[in-house]
């Protein structure tokens, strides 16, 4: 009980930080609630909700590998699919991964991650990538708090290796 209310405000906490971090200098009908809609009706805080959530969300994020993003660049991701076990994980969605994706990725939604854990070793090297880092960013926190320490993202993503020259394989 203690666990699943834990990871629930990490999974808050970490799903306000990114909402926040993303949308930082953008117009958002979420960001100012609506008089039309909000009359007489309080908002609550995350911090009103759980009173812990900076601390957990503290936790979580010092407890971010320091090679969390290693893999910054197209030349380096190669070298890390030259390693035979690397399991490459492509979250686009399916009409994304059809429309062509990096060779021998396996197409796992982000919206579907925790569906399809058996998919997804947990020791061998794991790289994550979508086609802009957004979606994989979310897909190794998640994988992260969920307790995989193998997990990477490729925050160039798709549009650099697409953009490289490289080769894309298709459904």
């Not at 993303?22 to 979420?30: E, M, Y």
């Not at 805080?45 to 759980?50: N, P």
């Not at 492509?90 to 058996?118: C, K, Q, W």
Request: proline residues 8%; neutral net charge.
């Amino acid at each position: 009980m203690i666990f699943k209310k834990f990871l629930s405000t990490i999974l808050l906490g970490l799903a306000l930080s990114i909402g926040l971090f993303f949308g930082v200098g953008q117009p958002s009908i979420a960001a100012v609630p609506s008089p039309i809609f909000m009359v007489g009706v309080k908002v609550a805080t995350v911090a009103e909700v759980s009173p812990n959530v900076e601390l957990e969300v503290d936790r979580f994020l010092t407890s971010i590998p320091v090679s969390y993003y290693t893999i910054a660049t197209v030349e380096d991701l190669k070298s890390q699919l030259g390693k035979p076990q690397t399991v490459l994980v492509d979250v686009r969605e399916p009409f994304e991964y059809r429309s062509g994706h990096i060779p021998n990725a396996i197409n796992i939604p982000l919206r579907t991650l925790a569906h399809n854990l058996n998919q997804i070793p947990r020791n061998l090297p794991v790289v994550l990538y979508c086609s802009s880092g957004y979606r994989s960013a979310m897909g190794v926190m998640t994988l992260h708090v969920l307790g995989y320490e193998n997990v990477q993202g490729f925050p160039p993503s798709f549009t650099a290796w697409q953009a490289a020259g490289e080769a894309i394989a298709s459904r």
